[in-house]
């Protein structure tokens, strides 16, 4: 699919934002006065870019308020009633830190279990936009919940935990990534898809494309027919593990905590995290190749 980028920005900063701010609304950080201005101006700042780039990938972005009222069959619709509801219950937490005692007291400590609760509603409601998606089979899978929530995660730990747990859960998520994009490659053929199920002119015998429904390109071809080389794929694949996940992990590891470490570990991470993404979009085979005689299946076309 064409890899559009405002939902590549969309996905990536509101996912850190929401897995900085899961980390501090939980406690396993406890900034007070400047420091908690920002670490959590931080986790607003990237949580609300990404939210307003999402609304560039609309038709109409002045309408985007009317996306609340899809709720019940909505994951986009979702995903916005939990960004404004971790964004509200976290608001407390923020100022309390920032311009309150030490000693917070009980009901904040709740509310701040609250917000994180709602922090990872709020990814998991994002990665399932696109993997309840049953004409994308590369997306259709519990892998890509998996992997929004390890991005978010391993991301939002490199700026509020020790170096050995950020380090870990980078650890992790190059696994993850690796194990997905093997397993990514399969779905597609995996699914039986064909020209003859779409069309379900199976029992006819066999079926081919006579001529394609346009002579020219039309929005569906530039939305959701994309190719990207095998040679390319697989180069950017290993650009992406590197800098999302191994290399942030030696340095976390290897080196002793400290500011400089945590950002340059966070810049490569946000580097990988940006490549995958690219990928996440640019290599989903979407089932309508099909009428127009563009099968696409594993990198490479």
């Known amino acids: 699919m064409h890899p559009a980028p405002s939902v590549i920005l969309f996905t ?8 900085i701010l899961f980390y501090l609304d939980a406690g396993v950080l406890h900034p007070t ?11 607003y700042g990237a949580a609300v870019a990404g939210l307003l780039a999402s609304t560039f990938h609309l038709g109409n972005p002045q ?6 009222t899809q709720w019940r069959t909505s994951w986009l619709s979702r995903e916005g009633w939990a960004s404004v509801a971790a964004l509200m219950a976290s608001a407390p937490v923020a100022l309390s830190a920032a311009f309150g005692p030490a000693d917070r007291g ?7 279990l609250v917000g994180a609760g709602l922090c990872i509603a709020t990814i998991t409601c994002t990665s ?3 993997a309840q998606l049953k004409t994308v089979p590369r997306w259709n899978h519990w892998t890509t919940p998996l992997l929004y929530l390890l991005f978010a995660l391993a991301g939002g730990a ?15 998520l190059g696994a993850a990534m690796f194990f997905t ?23 006819a015998g066999a079926v081919r494309v006579f001529a394609p429904a346009h002579t020219a390109g039309n929005y569906v071809m530039k939305e959701m027919i994309h190719g990207v080389g095998r040679k390319h794929a697989r180069k950017l694949r290993a650009i992406s593990v590197w800098c999302a ?14 500011l400089p470490v945590a950002f340059l570990a966070l810049a490569l991470h946000l580097g990988g995290a940006f490549t995958q993404r690219w990928l996440f979009f640019a290599e989903a085979e979407h089932v309508v190749s099909h009428y127009y005689g563009r099968p696409v299946g594993a990198p490479g076309r």
């Not at 006065?33 to 986790?43: E, Q, R, V, W, Y």
């Not at 009980?106 to 509310?111: A, D, N, T």
């Not at 490199?158 to 992790?172: D, E, K, P, R, Y």
């Open 128 to 130: 399932m936009i696109y």
């Open 106 to 112: 009980p009901g904040i400590g709740v509310l701040g």
């Open 63 to 68: 309408r985007a308020l009317r996306a609340f």
């Open 158 to 172: 490199i700026l509020t935990t020790s170096g050995q747990t950020a380090g870990a859960l980078c650890v992790l």
């Open 181 to 203: 994009y093997r397993l990514g490659d399969k779905q597609f053929s995996a699914r039986g898809s064909s020209l003859a199920a779409a069309t379900g002119l199976g029992a």
């Open 12 to 19: 990536v900063l509101s996912g850190l934002g929401f897995g």
């Open 33 to 43: 006065g400047t420091g908690a201005l920002f670490a959590f101006g931080a986790a």
């Open 245 to 258: 996940a191994l290399l942030p992990a030696a340095l976390l590891i290897v080196f002793p905590a400290s």
